[in-house]
């Protein structure tokens, strides 16, 4: 496979994780109340330049034999190395119309955004577009509290533009996902509160296989080490750090293998407990 994707079996379905691209995030972004010290620490282990966190962009395709679901779109042409996506399905002999089925874990714009054109029109114009009742509702309603966000102004003005302008060119191609339940055949969406209130992650179940997809309940392995770091992109760091947890829990319990969008490509491994922490380890 060409770079930029990553195929493998969960049972029967066949996954390819696609590339949509990656964004440099200031690190206070991603970890506002972590220590300085700390943190210039962890990412010197990782030779990971300090300052700044590069963030992949990692969609899910799913191919049951009878549906052809993406998970997540990307953030289209938000930053020159972002948009990827549609040329990656391509080069997995995947056509746009052929998409049949859109799960939205979220309606931030590197998750959504690529679900629309610049014009405003649905990219996968044939797909029922799955999203949480309550995430729809609460970036299309009229006014909005997102003081649990520890980013910038113009950035939470941008996330709202985004995500209203996207859940208005897909209005009609909208399913609102009220509660736990199974999208196609061995994909269910389950509520993951607290980055955003209807955040959803997916677990993905056959012939005995599991992967578990946490969308942004984590963002950064570094979230996994130091349970106590937050992320500035959730509203409510709280609820957000308990639904980590019973996900990660889940995931170890029942030996699940893992994807998170934004973790290093392809975005899939396993989770094991090191005490109060977390380990990742990568791979498929
Ligand atoms: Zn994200």
Redesign the pocket.
């Known amino acids: 496979m060409p770079e930029g994707s990553h195929r493998f079996q969960v049972g029967s379905l066949s996954c390819t994780v696609l590339s949509d691209g990656y964004y440099a995030y200031p690190s206070e972004w991603f970890f506002p109340n972590a220590d300085p010290d700390a943190l210039a620490e962890a990412f010197e282990k990782r030779r990971q330049p300090p300052g700044s966190v590069l963030?992949p962009?990692s969609c899910l395709l799913i191919e049951t034999g009878r549906r052809v679901v993406l998970v997540d779109t990307g953030a289209g042409r938000a930053a020159c190395t972002t948009g990827a996506i549609v040329a990656r399905l391509e080069i997995a002999g995947v056509r746009p119309a052929d998409v049949d089925t859109v799960v939205l874990t979220?309606a931030?714009p590197?998750?959504i955004g690529g679900a629309v054109d610049s014009r405003g029109r649905p990219v996968f114009a044939n797909a029922i577009h799955y999203i949480a009742e309550c995430e729809r509702d609460f970036w299309t309603a009229s006014r909005r509290n997102l003081a649990g966000l520890q980013l910038p102004e113009q950035t939470r003005r941008e996330l709202e533009d985004t995500a209203w302008f996207a859940l208005q060119a897909l209005r009609h191609h909208l399913e609102p996902v009220e509660r736990e339940m199974e999208i196609v055949p061995g994909v269910r969406a389950i509520p993951a509160p607290g980055h955003t209130p209807g955040h959803l992650a997916l677990l993905l179940e056959s012939g005995g296989e599991q992967l578990l997809n946490l969308?942004?309940a984590a963002?950064h392995p570094l979230h996994l080490e130091h349970p106590e770091w937050e992320n500035g992109?959730d509203l409510a760091s709280d609820v957000a750090a308990v639904t980590r947890r019973k996900l990660l829990e889940r995931a170890e319990a029942e030996q699940m293998h893992v994807m998170a969008?934004?973790f290093p490509f392809p975005s899939v491994g396993r989770v094991e407990r090191r005490g109060a922490a977390w380990e990742w380890t990568p791979g498929w």
Do not use: L, Q
């Open positions: 963030s962009y979220h931030h590197d998750h969308g942004d963002v992109f969008f934004h």
